[in-house]
């Protein structure tokens, strides 16, 4: 594979203003808030894809245990902002005000040791960052340094994702349980359930995404992206060359490990609450779903993969719900054999040809006549 040296190529630079223009004009001014809402909710989602391109797509390791990193970014965020919404004042009714509501319901009498740093902001964006990156590399570093790769690294990422989900569930008193933490208010002070702070929070989510892209398009086009190519192509021949494939392969997994996590703690902001139903088996082979329709080698096509799946899986569910999982499971099998690399690989295959030609066509024309003006010949009529 041929990594181009500028940092988008026509065909990125196409799909880089085509996915600005629709997320920043198109669809705020033609959706109403609660709609938009919903594209937030989607594009928390695109954060998992993204990460799962370099994870999977380039880097060849599937992992089907995403949820846990959404969920582990969503829980951070969350916990600083049930904290606010837990204040002496708001909470004055329980037999001890100044604690979550289902603490007090769970006969805990006093704030766990693991939540009081969860007041500060800043360590809450930190502990986003730095809690699902830590707990990837040790994952990581477990699997891949014993080079336990393939179907046993999903098969164990999938393990992981159930034992958390069973570990929130039975933790209800520390947790919020099965209902997660719900009635999250206020960011700061800010009141996050108003109309204009949901449109606040889709551009800050937008923008947010866009960084995203630009350090996987950055790590795409450096020389990691093209040791991780090697790597998932030969790995052998890369560990030969004196590289250290288990090095390369946690990079990977811990970035993509970050990238979930943004988008889990942007799902806490902009839907109000946590559960750990997007923890589990189930959302995370969703996510996995997500990145292959949108193609596991492209980073825009992920991310419209992200967007389209979630709007036929509203869509439909409102109309079908009890049909939507037998959908889904379809289209995964039909992207697996139809179109393997999905709807950038379709883009690749039969439009952008047609769009080269078409620049080649009106760049040729264009040589021709300015050499015939220069030659002094008269354009033809």
């Known amino acids: 594979m041929i990594i181009n040296s500028r940092f988008f190529n026509r065909s990125e630079l196409m799909g880089f203003i085509a ?13 109403d808030v609660f709609r938009l809402n919903l594209v937030a909710k989607y594009l928390t989602y695109a954060f998992v894809a993204l990460g799962l391109v370099l994870c999977w797509g380039y880097g060849g390791i599937l992992s089907l245990g995403q949820g846990v990193f959404f969920g582990l970014g969503g829980y951070c965020m969350a916990m600083f902002l049930k904290l606010e919404a837990s204040s002496v004042e708001n909470t004055k009714i329980q037999s001890t005000p100044g604690i979550p509501d289902f603490m007090d319901w769970n006969q805990i009498t006093s704030l766990p040791l693991f939540w009081q740093p969860f007041h500060s902001l800043t360590f809450t964006i930190l502990a986003i960052i730095l809690v699902p990156g830590i707990f990837a590399l040790i994952i990581g570093t477990a699997m891949f340094k014993r080079r336990v790769g393939g179907t046993y690294f999903a098969i164990i990422t999938q393990a992981v994702a159930a034992i958390l989900t069973i570990l929130i569930v039975g933790q209800q008193g520390y ?29 800050v989510e937008v923008v947010l995404l866009f960084v995203c892209i630009g350090i996987a398009q950055f790590i795409r086009l450096t ?72 193609g596991r080698m492209s980073i825009f096509g992920a991310i419209w993969g992200a967007i389209l799946v979630n709007f036929a899986k509203t869509s439909l569910s409102e109309s079908f719900p009890q049909l939507w999982l037998f959908g889904l499971g379809a289209l995964f099998i039909a992207v697996v054999l139809a179109f393997p690399n999905g709807l950038s690989g379709l883009w690749a295959d039969y439009v952008q040809p047609r769009i080269d030609r078409l620049f080649a066509s009106r760049k040729s024309k264009s040589d021709w006549s300015g050499n015939s003006v220069a030659d002094g010949a008269a354009p033809a009529e």
């Open 19 to 31: 996915l600005a223009a629709v997320l920043f004009v198109i669809l705020p001014l033609t959706l």
């Open 175 to 203: 947790t919020g349980g099965i209902n997660g933490m719900t009635d999250l208010r206020t960011l700061k002070g800010w009141d996050i359930r108003p109309d204009h702070a949901k449109i606040i929070l889709y551009f």
């Open 223 to 294: 020389k990691l992206g093209r040791i991780l190519v090697a790597m998932r192509e030969q790995e052998d021949r890369v560990r030969f060359s004196g590289y250290s494939v288990a090095n390369f392969k946690i990079f990977a997994f811990c970035m993509a490990a970050v990238f979930a996590a943004i988008g889990g703690a942007m799902f806490a902001l902009n839907v109000g609450f946590m559960s750990p139903s997007f923890v589990g088996i189930v959302p995370s082979i969703e996510m996995v779903i997500y990145t292959a329709v949108g």
